[in-house]
T-cell receptor, first 112, second 113 residues
Framework: DSGVTQTPKHLITATGQRVTLRCSPRSGDLSVYWYQQSLDQGLQFLIQYYNGEERAKGNILERFSAQQFPDLHSELNLSSLELGDSALYFC???????????FGSGTRLTVV | TQLLEQSPQFLSIQEGENLTVYCNSSSVFSSLQWYRQEPGEGPVLLVTVVTGGEVKKLKRLTFQFGDARKDSSLHITAAQPGDTGLYLCAGPMAGGATNKLIFGTGTLLAVQP
């Protein structure tokens, strides 16, 4: 157990739907990062939050959004889902802005 | 655009063999990290190298950061089935004041008993 908790572990949904992925960072970690992993693109950075504030954005689609709550847990919202959104979504956390990541076990999203 | 290219992409070896995985870029990185990812799990941080020319050892794993800080290598001595997994190098993206990482293309290692 890495200390980073992601739920759900698996999610199957239809095209056009909206889903929410949840992440609880390791205790004491203030930074939360979201990554998408697919076979053809590898691990791609989506977005980072630090202590409740958005700090960096990667190649995140406009259909995707995220937030970090006062208790530091984070949610990634994916809407108008397309088949190509099927992937593993990972959350990672770190203590500060310059330290290594601790990853969760991921959410496998399948859009049918 | 910063890219981290890893080679080889796939590696299947017998237990006891040695191997080296390479991570190359045309960009300079302030540091590089190596992660191992097992099926159904997230990547796990193995090591961070921060100084050009630095060598770090973790049991049978030896990590080296290139002198110019554009490349890194991971050498495994006497590989064991437990070393099987996806090996990823990663470095901080240029610009900004945060530690968002760019990940390499990955090397999938299978060690046969």
């Amino acid at each position: 157990d890495s200390g980073v908790t992601q739920t759900p572990k698996h999610l199957i949904t239809a095209t056009g739907q909206r889903v929410t992925l949840r992440c609880s960072p390791r205790s004491g970690d203030l930074s939360v990062y979201w990554y998408q992993q697919s076979l053809d693109q590898g691990l791609q950075f989506l977005i980072q939050y630090y202590n409740g504030e958005e700090r960096a954005k990667g190649n995140i689609l406009e259909r995707f959004s995220a937030q970090q709550f006062p208790d530091l847990h984070s949610e990634l919202n994916l809407s108008s889902l397309e088949l190509g959104d099927s992937a593993l979504y990972f959350c990672a956390s770190s203590v500060g802005l310059w330290t290594g990541y601790t990853f969760g076990s991921g959410t496998r999203l399948t859009v049918v | 655009t910063q890219l981290l290219e890893q080679s080889p992409q796939f590696l299947s070896i017998q237990e006891g063999e040695n191997l080296t995985v390479y991570c190359n870029s045309s960009s300079v990185f302030s540091s590089l990290q190596w992660y191992r990812q097992e099926p159904g799990e997230g990547p796990v941080l193995l090591v961070t190298v921060v100084t050009g020319g630095e060598v770090k050892k973790l049991k049978r794993l030896t990590f080296q950061f290139g002198d110019a800080r554009k490349d890194s290598s991971l050498h495994i001595t006497a590989a064991q089935p437990g070393d099987t997994g996806l090996y990823l190098c990663a470095g901080p993206m240029a610009g900004g004041a945060t530690n968002k990482l760019i990940f390499g293309t990955g090397t999938l290692l299978a060690v046969q008993p």
